[in-house]
Structure formats: structure tokens, C-alpha cells
């Protein structure tokens, strides 16, 4: 591949392939840069690829593109802001948008989730809401509750924390001990039990339970908080059982535990609510989100704590120039960011996107479900605008089929993602039926000829 003129100019001289220094996240590097896959343009539903081809995206980037690509209005807003207040202190000083947002987000979270931390992305929330919960239980005279409780499978982002209480083997394996005083809950997924479930499987709830041999084995005394995704995104799409959250919501009250729920997913409209806590009718006492807050176009997160957690922190501060939280970022807070979150908002309001997605949700159900029969598919499950497709995986060879399938989509004009052998997918909110089912007869006509 030729080298483009911006590259040229910048590449060390002797360089053989510009594409050689990016060392590339999660990604087989040395398969990527031997057959490179790249993007150059996106607009609404498509990504154009260096060689001019349109790509129907059927992941939202990553699960981030709620409002579509290139939405003018947000665009339009993050050009002005950098141009009128590219950057401002969050430390001791403040600019009007991230104030703004921050009520606007209250505003559209359910119960007395109304108060914002800003991070720079999943991680950073994840990060931020277990570092706030060991903290709260310090600050009301509770500092032995220190153990946090996630759950297999769990993808709680790439920092130490998030790994720590996550539960996917591969992004633990090669980083050592990690975290002391993690203990981690059952997954919920089951083939046996729950296979080609269309919405939340009737089989499961109990698995929640197991908490209580938790607090029993370890004393609530020391435990500050239990994390979860209400639905598992990045471990390919569990969709938790019926009863489950709320049982989870029952143990946590019973013993002071603190309910976190990540929604780095889940949020902004990707169920058909504003957030999935509002889906499930179960209130977490901490949520995190990122992705669709600024529908991907600027890096940006948020935690929601209730009102009695951040009444907590400011009651016992001391004096009134003392710091509550000694904990924050750079950039948190980010003229970009906000300006691109209330642009974002704006859109997901003025085109009614939330209420899409739920309307789209029957015929997104139906098209993932149609793929039941095909060859080598173990499983499909759906809720909201979320679907996987599990594939038997070939023998001594993981992950393989799952990843020649989604090589085969792109060829053929389809975004999808892997996640070990299933496929998962999100699109943007904005998706049309006959674009579902583009996607859905896209990946049948692969599976019919894949090995």
C-alpha cells in the first residue's frame, strides 16, 4: 500500500509500512497490517473505505454511534466551541456547558441519580464510580467496606479497576494480581437454559443469589459496592434473566451494598429508554456511562451517583474550601465534550430516537431470530436494538469462525464485531427495516457458505 502524503511526510526515514508504529487496541495487529481495513469517511448509516466503498455500519463504531455519523447539529457545535473556548481547568474553575449538561443528564436520569462526575470515557467512569463508592463508605464512618463485587464476563473497561472487578479472561490474564479484595458473581448466560430467548430468558434469577453466599462468606461489613452490566454488551450480548436485576437490587439493600450499574452501553437509548436502569425498573445507586453521550464524535463519560451519596461527601468535607473528592481529570468536563453532549442530546430528542429504537425493536427481533436455522449458529438473543449470534466455534480453532465472518461482511458491505465465536450487533438509532435486514441477510448468505 502507498504511503498518503500526510504519512509521508512524517514517516522516519527507511520506514517500510506507515502502517507499522500505531500499535493498534485490541487487535490482531499482524493480520490487520498485512490485509489493513480503513476508514476514511462516515456519514448517517455508512463508513467509506480508502478504496471507495460504502460500509453499512451495523456496530455503531462501537457501540457509540447512537445518533448516526456526522450528525450536522453535532458537528456543527463542536466546530463553534473550539473555536469560541477550546479548553478550561475543571480544577478550582468551570465553563457554563459542562454545568449545563450535567442538569440536562440529571434531568433525564430516573429517581435521585442527579448529580454528574465527568471522565473521558468507560474506563475512566468505571474507574471514578468504584473509587466514589469506597470512598462514600470511608466518609460515613463504613471505611471496612472496601471488598467491590463484579461478575464473570463482566467488561467494566481497560483500567485497573475495571479489569479487576471484570470478568473476561483474556483482558486479565497477562496483567498480574490486579486488585485485592475483588470477589466476582456467576455469569448468567446459559445455552442450556436459555437458548433462542427472544427479550430477557425466564431462566436465571437465582443466579443472583449467590450474593448472599458472598456476604455470608465474606461479612457485608466489608463489602462497598457490586458492579454490573445490566446486559453483558462486550461478552457478546447476555441479556440478564427476568428478576435477576431485581433480585440483585433486594441483596444490595438488605446489607448497605452499593448497586453499580455500568450503562457505558446500555445508555442513551440503546434499549429504547434513556438508560437501561429505566428498561429493568431497577434503580442502581451508581451509573456510569460514556459512548452515546456525545454519540461517539468527542471521547466523554459520566458517573450518576443518587443524591444521598454526594450529600454524603458534602457533609463531611470540613471546611468550606476543603475538597470533598480528591479525584477528577484533565479533561474532565472538556468544552468539546460538552458542547458535543448537548448537541447530542438535542438530536436524540428533536428526532425522537430513544422511541425509535423501541419501535424498531419487534422487527430487529425478528430478523436476528430469522438466523436460528442457518449453519453453525448455537444461539440468538436480542433486546433493544441488541443482537448476537452465537457460532459453534471449529475445533482447535476459537474464535476463528466468528472473525472469517466478519472479514466476509466487510467484503460484502457489512460492519459487524466478534467477540470470541459470537457476533454482536448495535446499530446507530437511526437504522431503517429494510437496512436491519440488509445486515441480517448479509451475515445468512455468509454463514451459508462458511466452513
Not at 4 to 13: G, I, L, M, V, Y
Not at 96 to 101: C, G, R, S, T, V
Not at 178 to 195: F, I, K, Q, R, W
Not at 212 to 223: F, G, N
Request: negative net charge; hydrophobic residues 45%; charged residues 20%.
Amino acid at each position: 500500500m502507498a504511503l498518503p502524503d500526510e504519512a509521508a511526510q512524517t514517516a522516519k526515514e527507511g520506514a517500510t509500512n506507515w502502517l507499522e508504529p500505531f500499535w493498534m487496541p485490541f487487535t490482531a495487529n499482524r493480520q490487520f497490517k498485512a490485509h489493513p481495513r480503513l476508514f476514511v469517511a462516515a456519514k448517517d448509516m455508512h463508513y467509506t473505505t480508502q478504496d471507495g466503498r460504502q460500509v453499512l455500519d451495523g456496530t455503531a463504531g462501537l457501540w457509540c454511534v447512537n445518533a448516526g455519523h456526522a450528525r450536522p447539529r453535532i458537528v456543527e457545535a463542536v466546530q463553534a466551541q473550539i473555536a469560541e473556548l477550546d479548553y478550561a481547568p475543571a480544577f478550582q474553575m468551570g465553563h457554563p456547558k459542562a454545568f449545563e449538561l450535567a442538569a440536562r443528564l440529571a434531568t433525564m436520569a430516573p429517581s435521585d441519580l442527579d448529580h454528574v462526575f465527568f471522565t473521558n470515557s468507560g474506563s475512566e467512569s468505571v474507574d471514578t464510580a468504584l473509587k466514589i463508592a469506597i470512598a462514600y463508605h470511608r466518609v460515613t464512618g463504613a471505611g471496612a467496606r472496601q471488598r467491590l463485587i463484579g461478575r464473570a464476563r463482566g467488561y467494566h473497561g481497560v483500567g485497573f479497576g475495571g479489569i479487576s472487578v471484570g470478568g473476561i479472561v483474556n483482558n486479565r490474564k497477562f496483567f498480574g494480581s490486579l486488585l485485592n479484595g475483588v470477589d466476582h458473581l456467576p455469569h448468567t448466560h446459559s445455552l442450556e437454559h436459555m437458548a433462542f430467548s427472544r427479550g430477557q430468558p425466564e431462566w436465571g434469577a437465582h443466579l443472583a443469589d449467590v450474593l448472599e453466599d458472598m456476604v455470608a462468606l465474606h461479612d457485608a461489613s466489608t463489602i462497598a459496592a457490586v458492579i454490573v452490566e445490566p446486559l453483558a454488551g462486550s461478552a457478546g450480548a447476555l441479556i440478564p434473566p427476568k428478576g435477576y436485576l431485581e433480585r440483585l437490587r433486594q441483596i444490595c439493600d438488605k446489607h448497605g451494598i452499593l448497586l453499580i450499574f455500568d450503562e457505558v452501553i446500555t445508555g442513551f437509548g440503546r434499549l429504547g429508554d434513556s438508560f437501561a436502569c429505566e428498561r429493568f425498573g431497577v434503580i442502581p445507586d451508581i451509573m456510569t456511562v460514556a459512548k452515546g453521550l456525545t454519540s461517539g464524535t468527542v471521547p466523554a463519560g459520566a458517573v450518576f451517583v443518587r443524591k444521598h451519596i454526594y450529600d454524603a461527601f458534602m457533609e463531611n468535607a470540613g471546611g468550606e474550601n476543603a475538597i470533598e473528592l480528591f479525584h477528577g481529570y484533565t479533561y474532565s468536563g472538556h468544552p468539546l465534550a460538552m458542547a458535543a453532549g448537548l448537541a447530542a442530546l438535542d438530536v436524540y430528542a428533536e428526532d425522537g430516537l430513544f422511541e425509535r429504537a423501541a419501535g424498531l425493536a419487534g422487527h430487529w427481533e425478528d430478523a436476528i431470530h430469522s438466523l436460528k436455522d442457518k449453519p453453525w449458529v448455537i444461539d440468538t438473543r436480542n433486546l433493544g436494538l441488541i443482537g448476537a449470534i452465537e457460532l459453534e466455534p471449529r475445533p482447535d480453532a476459537p474464535t476463528a469462525r466468528a472473525f472469517e465472518l466478519f472479514l466476509r461482511c466487510y467484503e460484502a458491505g457489512v460492519l459487524v464485531r466478534t467477540t470470541g465465536d459470537i457476533i454482536a450487533l448495535s446499530p446507530p438509532l437511526i437504522i431503517s427495516e429494510s437496512q436491519i435486514d440488509q445486515i441480517v441477510e448479509t451475515i445468512g448468505q455468509v454463514l451459508d457458505d462458511l466452513a
